[in-house]
């Protein structure tokens, strides 16, 4: 076997043949001048033209390529999980099959890694995509989900991204989270750092994402928040949701006992519904103690992750274990 | 080739539930049939419950010196977990399961089985079809919804002739109903299922389609499969859109008599309305809070349940040769998906 390599770049494709050698040479082109090993992880997420064949050539005549096939179409971020899954290098780099992120930037994303950091997000400052059907949405879904789980990052669409290895094959990965890996992956507490890359227009094929995403992506945003900040104190996370109910509820019956009208029955009636309800609410965060605790997450298992220990005897330890 | 003598080539997993046949019948109807397909074979009774008649039966089968395997459950745990008890001790590459009781002309199963060079699951369709033209009514009626709900339009769900490749049965516990819809699990699986036409046996005498509690069975179990294939990967988006909907008209509600009771002085005491919609609102948030609940519990697990199947991994390690040229005398060390096909 050969060593294994420092550093593999994950393709997820889905139809791409048209993209996928001029992909590979710009890839090839790309690292050859930075002096790392490196391998290819091509991820085939049931692609039904051409991909996998020429994918297949490409791993024959090139033995840093590995493609990984996929039995249907799964979607991206399985697609993704895979890529991380199956790569053997230290450092991770994610990109897009369609050519719309540029291979030549991954030098920068090395750099900044061998900084220290853990995770590296590429910002698509110059996208060249629609105004109104994607840039504009993104822009405000950046905002948000910044302002939602903690981790302001101009674009968390872009999938040129760069991961340490240990940390990232750790995170769970399912759904749709592409979106939001540095989101979930700050269970981890990461490093994170963000760097302009460049963004081409698209050459072939069709985009294959629309205006849709809007709902899944605020209720994705909600579960990320809950799992991310709140899964190891469920109960307080709901007692938190189930405040305001609580609070209307007490108003409204100490309204009906203080106050000298005759009982009013919609005020009498709402604070009955509304108490009973945050107390369901509560009772739902018990429940989600047990969940957390019958699960295997454990905030120290992310700790771990990203810890440095300093000491006389933290050896070489701090990372990889 | 002794260890190929051993091994079957298939083996045939007959659950034994509340409907049954005269087995020494179905017995001899079925390895009339096996035998035709050229395999070698092995069968697998599995009595769901105390059948003591069909025992007795199965052990003259034995004493006469036929290959069959006798799994005896103490109680009925259903057609699902008979299927899971034979499937542990079958042996053979591929799995066939077939009704105790007479619904495809037992020389088709070599219909089935030429199925498989193209498919990983067969599943048979009894067609053409004996029946009145209101239990045809009826029928296509609930495999219409069934298809619409599921998404995968197929046309005879109470038919139990199926055979597949081992990995299907590995890949998919079946439990509760699920049996019926393994067509369905296995393509979210990412298996090839192909449905095959059967001809309907002669002595498939089930009359009269379903009764309505029958029915209504049915139809739970697509939901429940539908829930099950849609959305437990990510349950806020199903509880989310119910929470939110029914909060939302429970808020339009509040609102306009809000509105009313501030522009109009129309009064709110008396209206039945306001606990209507506060009830509403909140029903809508503790949907919402099930989701939630839901999406910490995939959390938690997410590292057991994997999202997507790996048909292979493709790699050629090239050991370079001093010319430089040798990228071309690869040596293949992927796993390769078995390519197995089945005699025919």
């Not at chain 1, 048209?18 to 001048?33: D, F, M, N």
């Amino acid at each position: 076997m050969l060593e294994d390599p420092r550093l593999s770049i994950i393709v997820p494709f889905f139809n791409e043949e048209e993209s996928i050698r001029p992909l590979y040479a710009a890839i090839v082109a790309a690292i050859s001048q930075l002096q790392v090993t490196f391998e290819m992880v091509f991820v085939d997420d049931g692609s039904a033209d051409g991909t996998v064949r020429i994918a297949t050539e490409l791993a024959r005549s090139d033995s840093r390529v590995r493609v990984v096939k996929f039995r249907r179409n799964y979607g991206q971020t399985p697609a993704m999980a895979a890529g991380i899954e199956h790569a053997r290098g230290e450092i991770l780099v994610t990109m897009d099959g369609d050519l719309q992120n540029d291979p030549a930037d991954i030098g920068l994303f090395l750099e900044k890694m061998n900084e220290g950091f853990d995770i590296v997000v590429g910002w698509r400052h110059d996208r060249k995509d629609k105004l109104i059907s994607r840039k504009i949405p993104s822009r405000i879904a950046n905002r948000l989900i910044g302002k939602v789980t903690g981790v302001p990052i101009m674009d968390n669409g872009c999938s040129l991204k760069a991961y340490r290895a240990a940390l990232i094959k750790e995170i769970p990965l399912y759904s749709e989270m592409h979106r939001f890996i540095p989101a979930m992956a700050s269970i981890a507490g990461p490093r994170i750092a963000e760097i302009k890359v460049r963004h081409h227009a698209r050459q072939f094929g069709k985009s294959k994402y629309g205006l849709s995403r809007v709902y899944r992506v605020l209720l994705d945003l909600m579960v990320i928040k809950t799992v991310t900040s709140f899964t190891a104190r469920p109960l307080l996370w709901f007692s938190l949701l189930s405040m305001p109910l609580l609070f209307l509820g007490t108003a409204a019956l100490v309204y009906t006992l203080v106050s000298s009208e005759p009982i009013s029955l919609p005020v009498a009636g709402s604070g009955v519904v509304l108490m009973a309800s945050a107390f369901i609410m509560v009772s739902a965060g018990a429940f989600g103690e047990l969940v957390y605790k019958l699960g295997d997450m454990r905030d120290y298992h992310f700790s771990r992750l990203t810890q440095r220990v300093s000491g006389p005897h933290s050896a070489s330890q701090t990372r990889n274990s | 080739m002794l260890q190929h003598d051993l091994t079957p080539q298939l083996s045939v997993i007959v659950p034994v539930g509340e409907r049954y046949a005269d087995l020494r019948e179905i017995f001899d109807e079925y390895k009339t049939g096996l035998t035709a397909a050229g395999m070698t074979w092995e069968m697998i009774f599995v009595l769901d419950g105390p059948h003591a008649e069909c025992e007795a039966k199965l052990k003259q089968l034995a004493a006469c010196g036929e290959r069959i395997t006798v799994v005896g459950l103490t109680r009925s745990f259903g057609e699902s977990t008979a299927l899971m008890a034979g499937f542990e001790q079958s042996r053979a590459e591929f799995i066939a399961t077939l009704p105790a009781y007479h619904q495809i002309d037992g020389n088709e199963i070599n219909t089935l089985v030429v199925g498989l060079s193209s498919a990983d699951l067969c599943v048979g369709r009894r067609w053409p079809r004996r029946e009145t033209w209101s239990s045809g009514l009826r029928r296509v009626a609930f495999h219409r919804l069934a298809a619409w709900v599921t998404g995968m339009p197929l046309r005879d769900l109470g038919c139990s002739a199926r055979v597949m490749r081992r990995r299907v049965l590995e890949e998919i516990a079946l439990y509760g109903d699920q049996h019926r819809f393994l067509a369905l699990l296995a393509d979210r699986q990412g298996f090839r299922v192909r449905e095959i036409d059967l001809r309907q046996s002669p002595k498939d005498n089930f009359k009269g389609g379903y009764r309505v509690r029958e029915y209504a069975h049915r139809v739970l179990d697509i939901f429940t499969v539908f829930f099950l294939v849609r959305f437990t990967k990510k349950p806020l988006r199903f509880f989310g859109m119910v929470g939110v909907s029914t909060f939302v008209i429970g808020l339009i509600l509040v609102l306009i008599m809000t509105g009313q009771r501030l522009i109009f002085h129309q009064p709110l005491a008396d209206r039945p309305a306001l606990l209507l919609s506060s009830l509403l609102m909140v029903l809508g948030l503790q949907v919402f809070a099930l989701g939630l609940l839901g999406e910490l519990i995939i959390f938690t697990h997410a590292k057991n349940l994997k999202d997507y199947q790996v048909e292979r991994i493709i790699e050629f390690e090239t050991f370079p040769t001093p010319g430089g040229g040798g990228s071309s005398s690869g040596l293949q060390i992927g796993s390769l998906v078995d390519s197995a096909q089945p005699d025919s």
